[in-house]
């Protein structure tokens, strides 16, 4: 290999590297949007879960028949055993009705 076939490939790869390093940049700028966006649509998610439970719920309830249900406190550590818990009995009253 020449010295001038040595210069143009060291020309070649310090150009490719500086396109490189720009394009990880631009890739890793966008990285805190769109983890912002992620982060909300996730609680997004959540509040439509949530929501969603709370529609099954009321769903599973007669409108004449509102009288409270057996159901202890809630776990804190497993909130939607909770709603699982009160769905079902409600449905289970339902059917025997």
């Known amino acids: 290999m020449g010295l001038w076939d040595m210069i143009v490939a060291v020309t070649l790869i310090g150009a490719l590297s500086g396109v490189i390093s720009k394009w990880v940049e631009s890739r890793k700028a966008g990285g805190p949007e769109l983890a912002g966006r992620l982060a909300a649509l996730e609680a997004d998610l959540d509040a439509t879960k949530k929501r969603v439970?709370?529609?099954?719920?009321?769903?599973?309830?007669?409108?004449?028949?509102?009288?409270?249900?057996?159901?202890?406190?809630?776990?804190?550590?497993?909130?939607?055993?909770?709603?699982?818990?009160?769905?079902?009995?409600?449905?289970?009253?339902?059917?025997t009705r």
């Not at 009288?67 to 055993?81: C, H, K």
Request: glycine letters at 2%; charged letters at 35%; hydrophobic letters at 30%.
């Open 53 to 95: 439970r709370n529609l099954e719920t009321i769903a599973a309830m007669e409108q004449d028949s509102r009288e409270p249900l057996q159901l202890g406190e809630p776990d804190p550590n497993d909130p939607d055993s909770f709603d699982e818990k009160l769905v079902n009995q409600l449905a289970a009253k339902k059917r």
